[in-house]
């Protein structure tokens, strides 16, 4: 480092420090995101309920939270609980950028038939019993 002039080692430790700062910069929000990052679901409201048979149909927001909220807006689904209990989703969808509350469908039961319209999808889905 001798035959080095004193400015080239003023810029040489400059670069140094910026390369370790900025390293630390990216990389600390990155390892904070990963050890902390959690999900979280949470129903918001149930905005349909109905019966098809033996079946409850049920139509609910909610918020699917995976560690970066702040991104990602509210959620829907239409949902079968079947008579056993177990949920079945017909169909879901998501708000659209800065939408702050999805277009949530609107759902009408006629027959065995559940009709879903949210403006950008039209859907009718038939329910028939499986006799088991």
Known sequence: MQNIPPRKRNR????MVGVVFGG????????IYLFTNQHQY???DTFFKG???????QGISYLDYQGIGFLEGNQWKVQLIT?????VIIYQ????????IPHQPN???EGNQIHLD?????????IEDGGG
């Open 24 to 31: 630390l910069a990216i990389g600390l929000p990155c390892l």
């Open 83 to 87: 008579k056993n209990g177990a949920p």
């Open 42 to 44: 949470r129903e918001l």
């Open 107 to 109: 759902v009408t039961l």
């Open 93 to 100: 969808n998501r708000s659209s950028f800065q939408e702050s």
């Open 118 to 126: 949210d403006g950008e999808v039209t859907l009718t889905v038939t």
């Open 51 to 57: 019966q098809i048979g033996e079946h409850e149909v």
């Open 12 to 15: 040489v430790a400059y670069v």
